[in-house]
């Protein structure tokens, strides 16, 4: 059975860090892209951060770059994503998701979702 489990969300101040993390199981992790998502009631799924299979390519949006980065640890099939200098605009659900082979940054090409870890950033 495919599980992705996200942990760490929460509330902040503006300024300030989390760390999400993702707890994969049930797929070949290994070989799967890996990505946070955002997404706000009535908006579409906004794609965060990506890191390839092995770990080695990182991407971000521009929205959140130099503040987020995206880190993977296959001997324990869990992802992270540590958040710094946090902004209001920051304030959404994220989401942990898997897709097989070559990564996207589209979501609907995405094999298997978390089920979202709310974070809220206070001005």
Known sequence: QVQLAESGGGSVQAGGSLTLSCQ????????????????????EREWVAGITSGGAGTGYADSVKGRFTIARDNDRNTMSLE???LKPEDTSTYYCAAKNGACSRVWSN??????????TVSS
Do not use: I, L, N, T
């Open 83 to 85: 958040m710094s200098s």
């Open 24 to 43: 994969a199981s049930g797929f070949k992790y290994k070989g799967a892209c890996m990505s946070w998502f955002r997404q706000d009631a009535g908006k």
């Open 110 to 119: 995405f094999d298997y979702w978390g089920q979202g870890a709310k974070v």
